[in-house]
């Protein structure tokens, strides 16, 4: 009996390991550690590997960094091959824009994102808009441009202001300028299209209708032909309080969203439904991620600002807090089109993420400095600190970008959990930290 009884148990132990995952997820930010953090929540996942990740990721359970960077599709290939990853899993837009996902596709790679003709819907501005007339889909009045003359020429037509002039390319969340006068506009065309600071980003430009009202991000997860809702966010773009500021890759979320079930109907039928309809109509079957960034209109009605092709940052660090759906399989079933069997499950309370940037963010800033805190922040469960521009030095943990940590929490409501996110925000030190302080209020 004890034979067939320690047989029975090196039976399961094998078959465990058998069936254990591994998983490679491609980036570096605050939302790669996010994905990381929740993926490690998985029974079915043995293993994550981050490249080329962050001094977060590295400490999630189940976790090792990689050091591959995001956009060497090659070496992430070679990698994934030889270690037989089971599913990877693309953060940033730019390795989805080179067709990571294709690539993977066609050495027998399940690889969750769209594919590089679909990950046009937010490498390209113009892309995305010209498909939003084709589809009837509620956006914004705009003009394309290739010629800089041309494109002082219909500003100095234009009478209302303010005016947005957005680069036609990916421009790391920083190419849409909001030109308050005539001259901001004109100023705005000469730095994309003449002085290229956003570099090949800006060579065409799109200037369109400034809208007003309240904004939303809306994210589904689709494998071509199904979608499902995964949830709502709220994104604070501008640096400074009040939304003052120069915009940046995100300053904080919120999720879910301040709108109603009615809205969300709507935005699902209005935007998400005709844009996955769209998409595989035009022959470009969508998978991974849609991110639609919406505007409420003052009448109540949905408008898209843009499309993302990949999870936002920092929306995603909230919304892992409040997914319960394992993420494993949401996942793998959009890479395998298998999307149809799948159940979202989220969280009922809301949860509040606050960056921590370093000091001149998104202009200028240095890196480098030591961090302090980080141990005293380990609160509980419902209160974690994602990492997003952090590295390792001599064994302690210091600042390596822009935007540097994402401190984020769950809450019976809002406000709750902006009370945990700035408790926690208080314990946290460096030379050169700032923050907004009023994410969650508007």
């Given amino acids: 009996m004890k034979n067939i009884f320690n047989f029975l148990l090196s039976f399961l132990f094998i078959a465990n390991i058998a069936h254990a995952k591994k998983v490679l997820i491609v980036g570096s930010g605050g939302r790669e550690h996010a994905l990381s953090w929740k993926m490690a929540q998985s029974p079915q996942v043995d293993h994550i590997f981050v490249a080329p990740g962050n001094a977060g990721a590295a400490q999630c359970k189940k976790t090792e960094n990689i050091d591959i960077a995001a956009d060497d599709i090659n070496a992430l290939l070679i990698f994934a091959q030889e270690h037989m990853i089971d599913l990877t899993i693309v953060g940033p837009e730019l390795p ?45 009045e705009y003009k394309t441009f290739i010629d800089a003359q041309k494109a002082r020429d219909y500003i100095k037509q234009q009478s209302n ?40 980003a800006g060579t065409t430009i799109v200037i369109e209708q400034f809208l007003r009202g309240h904004e ?49 109907q709507r935005i699902m039928r209005e935007v998400v439904e005709p844009t996955v309809a769209g998409l595989s109509q035009d022959g470009i079957p969508y998978t991974g991620v849609l991110y639609a960034g919406l505007m409420i209109s003052p009448e109540g009605d949905p408008y898209v600002l843009e499309f993302n092709c990949r999870f936002g940052d920092p929306e995603t660090e909230p919304m892992m807090m409040r997914l319960k759906t394992d993420l494993y399989d949401l996942c793998l079933a959009s890479a395998k089109q298998t999307l149809r069997t799948c159940n979202v499950e989220v969280d009922q309370r809301c949860a ?51 935007r540097v940590l994402c401190v984020t929490a769950l809450g019976n409501d809002i406000a709750d959990a902006r009370k945990k996110v700035y408790n926690c925000v208080a314990n946290i030190e460096w030379d050169g930290k700032c923050y907004r302080t009023d994410i969650g209020l508007n």
């Fill in 352 to 402: 509040v993420g606050v960056v921590l940037a370093s000091s001149g963010y998104p202009i200028s800033y240095k890196k480098g400095y030591p961090i302090s805190g980080l141990k005293q922040s380990r609160k509980d469960d419902e209160t974690v600190v994602f990492h997003a521009g952090t590295k390792t030095c001599d064994g302690e943990i210091v600042t390596n970008g822009g």
């Fill in 216 to 264: 939303v991000s809306f994210f589904a997860i689709c494998d071509g032909q199904t979608w499902v809702p995964l949830t709502t966010a709220q994104d604070y773009k501008k640096a400074y309080d009040n939304n003052f500021g120069p915009n940046t890759g995100g300053m904080g979320a919120t999720s879910p969203a301040p709108i109603d079930t009615a809205m969300q």
């Fill in 96 to 140: 989805l824009t080179l067709g990571i996902v294709d690539t993977f596709n066609e050495h027998g790679l399940p690889c969750f994102g769209p594919s590089q003709k679909a990950a046009q819907i937010e490498a390209s501005k113009k892309f995305a808009k010209d498909f939003m007339q084709r589809h009837n889909i509620r956006t914004a």
């Fill in 161 to 200: 202001y303010p005016i947005v002039v957005k680069a036609d390319g990916l421009a790391a969340g920083k190419g849409v300028v909001i030109a308050q006068t005539e001259q901001a506009a004109l100023n705005a065309i000469e730095n994309m299209m003449q002085k290229q600071h956003f570099g090949h």
